[in-house]
């Protein structure tokens, strides 16, 4: 069926028009867009723990990611349970949020790549707050780089840590 779209988009529905509200924030994650990029199943990346406290955005960020070709072989809420669960799942790829509600992401970032080296170039913070006002935090923690959430997408996940990061 032809639906007159360029090479490179799709149609959009209903579906992918709304904004996630959690928590009194919105989320209007990058695969709700029009454009439609997919993460290489045959790249390195293909297991992904994702960290954050708000657990309607877990659930969210995982459904779109999974869609996109990222297996989300689990997720946490707090610095304990992430890791927990990076030592019993070893992940290719960590998404951690900054604010772990009274916990800090860059800690768990710290700890993580202490515990696991592997997962040095692996980790990518994420935030609903700018990039410009976490830069000091982001350049001094060792991981691979920083996406906003509203631009989470498993190509987006998947060039940053395929860069190098920053």
Same mark, same amino acid.
């Given at each position: 069926?032809?639906? $007159?779209?360029q090479?490179?988009t !799709?149609?959009?529905?209903?579906?992918?028009l709304?904004l996630?509200v959690? $928590? $009194?924030?919105? &989320?209007?994650?990058a695969?709700?867009?029009?454009?439609v990029?997919?993460c290489?199943?045959e790249r390195?990346?293909? !297991?992904?723990l994702?960290?954050d406290?708000?657990e !309607? &955005?877990?659930?969210?960020?995982?459904?779109?990611?999974?869609?996109?070709?990222?297996?989300?072989v689990?997720?946490?809420?707090?610095?304990?349970?992430?890791?927990?669960?990076?030592?019993?799942?070893?992940?290719?790829v960590?998404?951690?949020?900054?604010?772990?509600?009274?916990?800090?992401?860059?800690?768990?970032?710290?700890?993580?790549?202490?515990? &696991?080296?592997?997962?040095?170039?692996?980790?990518?913070?994420?935030s609903?707050?700018?990039?410009?006002?976490?830069?000091?935090l982001?350049?001094s923690?060792?991981?691979?780089? &920083?996406?906003?959430?509203?631009?989470?997408?498993?190509?987006?996940v998947? $060039?940053?840590?395929?860069?190098?990061? !920053?």
């Open positions: 069926m032809r639906t $007159g779209c090479p490179g !799709r149609a959009v529905d209903a579906r992918d709304r996630v959690t $928590g $009194g924030c919105a &989320f209007r994650l695969s709700m867009c029009i454009r990029v997919h290489d199943a390195v990346l293909r !297991r992904c994702i960290v406290d708000n !309607r &955005f877990l659930e969210v960020a995982r459904i779109s990611l999974e869609r996109q070709g990222l297996e989300v689990g997720t946490a809420t707090t610095i304990a349970a992430a890791l927990l669960e990076a030592a019993v799942l070893r992940p290719d960590v998404l951690v949020d900054v604010a772990l509600g009274a916990e800090s992401g860059f800690e768990l970032t710290r700890r993580l790549v202490e515990d &696991f080296p592997e997962l040095r170039a692996r980790i990518v913070l994420i609903t707050r700018g990039e410009e006002d976490l830069a000091d982001i350049a923690s060792p991981a691979a780089g &920083f996406l906003s959430k509203s631009l989470l997408s498993a190509a987006a998947c $060039g940053l840590v395929d860069a190098g990061g !920053r």
